[in-house]
């Protein structure tokens, strides 16, 4: 996990005031299952006394001071992870301070973020990691685009899928999801293991309409 300090403002008059910065921690894509390494580091920074941080020439406050993907589709998604850190962090502080809520802790490290995820952003970032992964890995079937769409919108909706016959959910399974998750590494298992849970338990259930 990375290390970044956030600028905690309120709002007085129509201006904003710098309450201070609260440290904050992000992971890597890599992090996260992706296989993907930045194009361009994180600018090293220290901390001063009041947490601001300082470029380690001593030069002015960095307004980046985070790491860059060549792949815009790559960057976005390091973006909402990282927008997903942020949020979790401001709602875990007292109105107008930067004091943590009574036995709120920030996440330092990826296990502890994954644990929170579903109350957060977060979780949505995983499923989508998830989902973009699935669809890649649908390009490498000799199946059609309109199949592979088909497929994938499955995957993308567990109501759709669930409501499906339950011949083309064994299919599903066993031709597509199965199949997907065997190339899989422990690391991309381990972080999309919720989401994955989710969609396979969709397409073990019995479908609402066939009681209609």
């Given at each position: 996990?990375?290390?970044?300090?956030?600028k905690v403002s309120?709002?007085?008059?129509d201006k904003y005031k710098l309450l201070g910065y609260v440290t904050v921690y992000y992971p890597l894509l890599s992090e996260?299952?992706?296989?993907?390494?930045?194009?361009?580091?994180?600018?090293?920074?220290?901390?001063d006394s009041d947490g601001k941080p300082v470029c380690k020439d001593k030069t002015d406050e960095p307004n980046q001071a985070l790491p860059e993907y060549s792949d815009k589709r790559v960057q976005w998604a390091f973006d909402a992870v990282f927008a997903a850190v942020k949020a979790d962090a401001r709602?875990?502080?007292?109105?107008?301070?930067?004091?943590?809520?009574p036995d709120a802790t920030i996440a330092d490290t990826v296990e502890e973020l994954i644990a929170?995820?579903?109350?957060?952003?977060?979780?949505?970032?995983?499923?989508?990691?998830m989902l973009v992964c699935f669809k890649e890995w649908l390009k490498t079937t000799d199946k059609s685009s309109a199949v592979q769409q088909g497929v994938y919108g499955l995957?993308?909706?567990t109501t759709n899928l669930a409501n499906q016959p339950q011949s083309k959910k064994e299919k599903f399974l066993?031709?597509?999801?199965?199949?997907?998750?065997?190339?899989?590494?422990t690391d991309q298992l381990e972080a999309w293991e919720r989401p994955m849970k989710a969609v396979e338990d969709a397409a073990n259930s019995k479908s609402a309409l066939d009681e209609m």
């Open positions: 996990m990375n290390q970044f300090s956030m309120t709002k007085e008059n996260l299952g992706f296989d993907v390494e930045p194009s361009k580091a994180a600018v090293e920074y220290t901390l709602n875990k502080l007292q109105t107008k301070s930067i004091e943590l809520k929170t995820a579903e109350r957060s952003g977060a979780a949505l970032v995983l499923r989508n990691a995957a993308a909706s066993e031709v597509y999801w199965t199949e997907f998750a065997a190339t899989l590494d």
